[in-house]
C-alpha cells in the first residue's frame, strides 16, 4: 500500500516523538539502576554481608563511575574486609570527584592509620581472623593465649 507523500511528515512527526519517549523511559531506568545497586550495597552492609555489599557497590561504581557517595560506601565495603589498600582507593577517588567530600576525607585518613597500625611486621604469623579482631576491637583470650605463645 502506498502512502501518500503529503503523510511522511507526520509519520515522522509521530516516529520522533516515539524515540524520544523511548529514550527518556530507557534514561530513567539506568538512572536508578545504579540507585538500586546501591541501595542493595547498604543492605548488604546493614547485615554485615560486606562481599555482597562489595558487589553491590561495583555495579553502582560501574553504572554511574562520578557518584562520589558510591565510591565512599565500596572504600567502606573494603574497610570492612580488611582489604585498605582497595578502600583508599576508592575514598581517593570520592575526594577526586568532590573536594569538600569531608566523610570519605575523614574514611581514608581512618584507613590510612589503620594500614599503619596493622601493617604486619616481618615474620608475623597472624592470621585474617586475628587481623579482623584486632581492628574490631574483639579480643578473645585465645586469641591473648596464641599471640603470647607464638611470641
Known sequence: MWVKSESY???ALIILFVVAFFNILLSSVLASAEQMYYSMGEK???KGNFDMAVLSFKKAVESAPDWPEAH???GMAYFQLLRFEDA???FNKAVELRQDYTEAK???NRTMRSIERYKPVKGSR???WHKYAIVSGIVTGATVIYLLVAN
Open 72 to 74: 565512599n560506601a565500596l
Open 106 to 108: 575523614i574514611n581514608r
Open 126 to 128: 597472624l592470621k585474617l
Open 44 to 46: 548488604y552492609m546493614e
Open 88 to 90: 583508599v582507593v576508592e
Open 9 to 11: 511528515p507526520r509519520m
